[in-house]
């Protein structure tokens, strides 16, 4: 799989707790949750890159 899924992944598993505290009000949580949820964004966005890359080239990208 391609790196950057794997920090997709990593940053999801990551601020699992800090969802937890942020939905128990903790807003410093909220902050963090926020960033996490932007670096995603962010990710995902490169994730399709590579897969629009895999797709043109006509198999699988190393």
């Known amino acids: 799989m391609s790196q950057n899924f794997e920090k997709l992944v990593q940053t999801m598993e990551a601020t699992r707790v800090d969802v937890e505290k942020a939905e128990a009000g903790n807003k410093a949580a909220c902050t963090r949750v ?5 670096d995603v964004k962010n990710l995902a966005q490169e994730i399709r890159k590579e897969m629009l890359e895999v797709r043109d080239a006509g198999g699988t990208k190393k």
């Not at 926020?34 to 932007?38: F, I, S, T, V």
Request: proline share 0%; hydrophobic share 40%.
């Open 34 to 38: 926020r960033q996490a949820m932007q």
